[in-house]
């Protein structure tokens, strides 16, 4: 990234709570040096409650650059680290055991001597805080990590208020999560003056069990967790913050950060990095809150209609989310309920159903609803894609309201009381038959078999085999839903959607022509 994306990403963290953030490793280039300064001489980039964290390896004239990089700073994290497994010990540094601790305590010491022993006034305006990493830490035995950390606890001497941050990685995960978590209880149990010391664990992925390793370290003792949105960093990546935050909270339990606007952060951090989120990754992916099979969208579908019937009762709202297939709420999130059904050929009339719903404000009637799902059915078949929104709301115009079509047309209706009787209806009728205008009348009782009677002269000589009406409301619309069929079996399904009663019948008559 460069500094501008830096200070974009910095900024997204702090807007969504964070308040222990490593920006930097100052001692590795100018450039990481330079924004380092950037954010700290710049007034307001970093709240006075939020501690930045910068990171260097155990060597003493790196940390005093590391040192520079942050003078003026109201809160540091300084961050050093060193390898203590056997394996780096022996064939990196070529160091014996007594070797790392006694550069683990120089380091520190030194680190002491340029903060909070320091002749220089304006360190002392800095509150300093110490991280040691014992990097490498899955592979060391935890007697040997428990001795190196005894020895820089002593160098540094913490407090209750001002704690040491012992961070214990699984820099390359080799175990379950469970040993991971063995290891870190017995670092927690065996450690001395435990109020005084701050347990963090750095999970790596490599197993892909992350997340799983730091709620058990979590549970097995460890006080913090570091970590990066959506699981980025070295191989495959480090523990994702957003997926071990959104745990909590599906489980009442507040994380603290604000995730609302999470399309937000999954765009932040794409543009940011360069890197996708994975469509199917928790929580973030785009198909996270989205289904196609018919099965769970007939679940969601029932699952929704019962909330809503709820909430118009005015029935309290559950505490707790219940919901198929949904493990929480995609408002919560800043999802919409429209883009958790998703349509192609595996999908049922559940999954379509919803979709027109959504768009059009209808329920179908059930045997519309059948029918309708293999038109769709039939499309999504053909061109072996999935199936918009706006391609359903297409197909049932189509099938069911002519938009495309000039075959037949209303024109015009009016219907009224028959002179003489009132307990008749008169019916005019102006419709256009391919593209020839004819006006039509007639006088009957009910409304629907009169404006039948009136259309018998351009051959709709059916009987009614379902008639439904559906007010909506938001819309203030008529929605008439009218099967018509012949003796010969032959059946065929009008829809109408006028604010007038009688127009939208009327129109779900010359739409639900049988020879179609």
Known sequence: MNGDDKLRYFQTLVKLGYKEIEVSYPSASQTEFDFTRHLI???????????IQVMAPCREELIQRTIEAVRGARKV???????????????????TKGDIIDLAVR??????????????????????????????????SVEYAIEVCEAVKLAWEPTIENKIIFNLPSTVEVTMPNVFADQIELFCRGISEREKVCVSVHPHNDRGCGVAAAEMAQLAGADRVEGCLFGNGERT???????????????????????????????????????????????????????????????????????????????????????P??????????????????????????GVAWLLKESLNIDMPRDLEIEFTQVVKAHANLS????TRETICRLFRKHYMHVESERVRLLNCRASQAKGNWDATYVQLKISVQGSDRELEATGGELLPTI?????????DYEVLDNQLQ?????????????????????????GMHKNTNWAVSQAVSQADVED
């Open 237 to 323: 990546g480090n523990v994702d913050l957003v997926t071990l935050a959104l745990n909590l909270y599906t489980h009442g339990v507040s994380p603290r950060v604000n995730l609302s606007n999470l399309n937000e952060v999954v765009a932040m951090v794409e543009e940011c990095t360069k890197i996708a989120v994975h469509p199917r990754a928790p929580y973030a992916g785009k198909y996270v809150f989205c289904t196609f099979t018919g099965t769970h969208q007939d679940a969601i579908r029932k699952g929704y209609n019962k909330l809503k019937e709820s909430e118009r009762l005015g029935a309290t709202r559950a505490s707790k989310w219940k919901m």
């Open 107 to 140: 380091c520190v010491m030194r680190i002491r001597e340029l903060t909070k022993e320091s002749s220089d006034a304006e360190m002392h305006k800095t509150e300093w805080m110490i991280e040691f990493t014992l990097e490498n830490f899955q592979d060391t």
């Open 41 to 51: 001489s710049t007034p307001g980039t970093v709240p006075d409650d939020t501690w």
């Open 471 to 495: 007010y909506i409301a938001s819309q203030d619309t008529m929605t008439s839903f009218i099967r018509l069929g012949t003796a010969g079996n032959i059946a065929s399904w009008g829809v």
């Open 452 to 460: 039948l009677d009136a259309l018998r002269s351009v051959g709709y």
């Open 77 to 95: 994290i300084l961050h050093i680290h060193l390898s203590t497994s056997d394996l780096f010990r022996e064939v990196v540094f070529k160091m």
């Open 325 to 350: 297939y949904l493990p929480m709420d995609p408002v919560d999130l800043g999802r919409q309920h429209e883009a958790i059904v998703r349509v192609n050929s595996q999908s049922g009339k559940g």
């Open 384 to 387: 072996g894609f999935e199936v």
